[in-house]
């Protein structure tokens, strides 16, 4: 495979050509890499969400945060529902949504599968250093921010969750700054 290195008169498209080829690089590395655990990295994130996400986990909340549209999680459930990954628990009287909850088997195979993803990523992100990583979360907040005007989208704070656990999660309730 040949990656060409673009470089134009306006320093914002080879910026732009540079995000763009260095995310097509990145996810294809992480593609490659999860294709040894049969799986990609939306299923993982999928997984993991039904895993990490404490309460009734339905598939709008799913699409939120893997940021893909809700028939799309929609696909990806089925797929995964046949596979025994996961089971939707369908509407029920007091509960007006469609709750996906992980099986036995979908426990079993996400914590593998998102080692092999967070291994991956800490090989990737390991060129770079701390000062480096931090610079580049806030390079390219500014981009984020303006994407997400254009598609009329807002940026909510994820939801909190303990250090060790990576996936977003329910903040829990606050009680006059208090969590309680």
Not at 24 to 37: H, Y
Not at 40 to 49: K, N, R
Not at 117 to 122: C, E, F, G, T
Request: aromatic share 6%; net charge positive; proline share 7%.
């Amino acid at each position: 495979m040949t990656m060409y290195d673009y470089e134009f008169a306006a320093e914002s498209l080879t910026a732009f050509a540079q995000l763009r080829h260095t995310w097509f690089a990145v996810n294809k590395v992480i593609e490659l890499k999860l294709l040894e655990v049969d799986s990609t990295p939306e299923s993982i994130a999928v997984l993991w969400a039904c895993r990490d996400y404490p309460g009734p986990l339905h598939p709008a909340e799913i699409a939120r945060l893997v940021f893909r549209a809700p028939h799309t999680v929609a696909a990806m459930l089925n797929r995964m529902e046949k596979e025994g990954l996961i089971v939707r628990i369908r509407k029920r009287q007091g509960h007006p949504f469609t709750e996906v909850k992980l099986t036995a088997k979908g426990r079993k195979a996400c914590s593998p599968r998102v080692a092999v993803l967070k291994d991956v990523i800490a090989v990737l992100m390991s060129a770079m250093s701390d000062e480096e990583l931090a610079q580049l979360v806030e390079l390219t907040k500014p981009l984020q921010m303006k994407a997400l005007e254009m598609l009329q989208a807002k940026l909510m704070p994820s939801p909190g969750h303990p250090e060790e656990i990576t996936m977003p999660v329910k903040r829990p309730k606050r009680s006059q700054g208090k969590a309680v």
